[in-house]
């Protein structure tokens, strides 16, 4: 099969395009021709060397995919050949107390496909087929291979964890990313108010056209007084931080007392310094994110197309595919950044 790999961390200028054997299935998997993957930081962060786990080599990245069903073992019967599919990447042992009870991200050997096994960047992925799910209708592969990590990971938690209600104020940081764009749908599907921060001016007017109702340019003004100032002094009910180190005390002093604060990235930076008294003598709750279930996929995937749809930014072909990763590294972008197969 053709596939985009590297065989030794560094940069996406590492990224090598060649030809690796076809993926063998076994009874409980299938194989899936990926039409198109869509790009995450932690493909990067695999990438660098900066993931706490021995990477095999070649690797094979990427987490996100849609494809055809190519093949399916003879104990998956849910699908079959021909069938349109979404790739959702959390791997689980799917036989402990916690995938027993449809808490599979919570699983002790849980992990993403594309971090220690091969993943969607070639043209054919094997997985599990209970991790596979039919393309809603009207949806494009390139649309289908943007929903995984980015709406997985804002429903659990704004949903699941954070238990979002109409009238909600809820702050969104990145607004332009691709988790940013599925969280102000997945807000604005609920009632709540939605407050985004972007760092340029153009990105301003398409977050306000997926829904955000107030959009600060962080480089242009401090964004809790202009948290302050949107909500009269009552801060937020949930605040969604992925950023890391730079924003994360500031996020919680926009938290209202009894709210609650997301944190499920650090691009910034992995250790931020908090005041200890800011959280308790409000009343937070903290929710560290990692990924969601199986069971929320089955659950949103019914609001796709509408209300839910993703963001696509631009589409790159797979010869080109280091030219998507320094895309994404510039941050010149809004929504979800595909490579077709």
């Not at 076994?26 to 493909?43: G, I, M, P, W």
């Not at 027993?100 to 992925?125: I, K, M, R, T, W």
Request: proline fraction near 4%; charged fraction near 20%.
């Amino acid at each position: 099969m053709k596939a985009a790999f590297y065989t030794e961390h560094g940069s996406y200028e590492n990224i090598k395009i060649g030809i690796l054997p076809d993926p063998q299935i076994n009874d409980n998997e299938v194989l899936v021709r990926v039409k198109a993957f869509s790009l995450n930081h932690l493909d990067v962060w695999v990438m660098e060397g900066k993931y706490p786990a021995e990477i095999p080599m070649p690797h094979v990245f990427g987490s996100d995919a849609s494809g055809i069903v190519e093949k399916v073992g003879k104990c998956v019967k849910h699908i079959k050949p021909g069938d349109k599919v979404i790739v959702y990447p959390g791997i689980s042992c799917g036989v402990c107390e916690r995938c027993l009870s449809g808490q599979d991200n919570l699983c002790s050997q849980y992990f993403l496909l594309g971090v220690l096994n091969n993943g969607v960047s070639a043209e054919y992925v094997k997985v599990p087929g209970i991790n596979l799910f039919k393309i809603p209708d009207d949806l494009s592969f390139e649309e289908a291979a943007s929903i995984g990590i980015t709406y997985t990971t804002m429903w659990h938690s704004l949903v699941t964890r954070s238990n979002i209600k109409a009238g909600d104020t809820v702050l969104i940081h990145g607004g332009g990313s691709g988790v940013g764009t599925a969280g102000i749908q997945i807000a604005k599907m609920f009632g709540a108010t939605v407050i985004t921060t972007v760092g340029d001016d153009w990105k301003v007017e398409k977050a306000r056209q997926i829904g955000a109702d107030y959009i600060i340019n962080y480089k242009n003004l401090n964004f809790v007084d202009a948290v302050k100032q949107i909500t009269e002094g009552k801060m937020c009910d949930i605040v969604i931080d992925h950023i890391g180190k730079e924003t994360f005390q500031s996020s919680i002093d926009c938290a209202k007392r009894g709210g609650s604060v997301v944190t499920f990235g650090a691009t910034t930076g992995g250790e931020a310094t908090v005041v200890l008294r800011k959280i308790f003598g409000k009343n937070l709750r903290i929710h560290g994110v990692y990924m969601g279930t199986k069971g929320e996929v089955a659950r949103y995937l019914k609001f796709f197309p509408n209300p839910l749809k993703p963001v696509i930014d631009s589409v790159f072909e797979l010869d080109n595919v280091q030219e998507a990763y320094k895309k994404l590294l510039s941050r010149q972008f809004f929504g979800k950044i595909v490579v077709r197969i």
